[in-house]
Nanobody, 122 residues
């Protein structure tokens, strides 16, 4: 199983970015896919998840600004990030959950990508 993120960049406050996560090697669709982030000096935190037939979920800090989606035909997960703020600066990680429970707990996700850096600064 491999998860490869891309799309990270440096942008000004108020800008937008779209992160992508290319997934490969799964023998069946994961229970959920998610995005997490880790800012310097802080613990990794959950950002958003998508679950088959159960929709999407967002942390309070990004709800209304970020949108998670997936293209099953391309085995790709996306995170559209709008109205970016300096506090969104972090390494963003894609993760897959094949354990069949949870959608925001890091312990529920058993596959992780290497991360892509997002920097929001003027």
């Amino acid at each position: 199983v491999q998860l490869v993120e891309s799309g990270g960049d440096s942008v000004q406050p108020g800008g937008s970015l779209r992160l992508s996560c290319a997934a490969s090697g799964f023998t069946y669709s994961p229970y959920s896919m998610g995005w997490f982030r880790q800012a310097p000096g802080k613990q990794r935190e959950w950002v958003s998840s998508i679950r088959a037939n159960r929709g999407t979920s967002y942390s309070d800090s990004v709800r209304g600004r970020f949108t998670i989606s997936q293209n099953n035909a391309k085995n790709t997960l996306y995170l559209q990030m709008n109205s970016l703020k300096p506090e969104d600066t972090a390494m963003y990680y894609c993760a897959a959950n094949t354990r069949g429970y949870g959608y925001s707990e890091q312990s529920a996700f058993d596959y992780w990508g290497q991360g892509t850096q997002v920097t929001v600064s003027s």
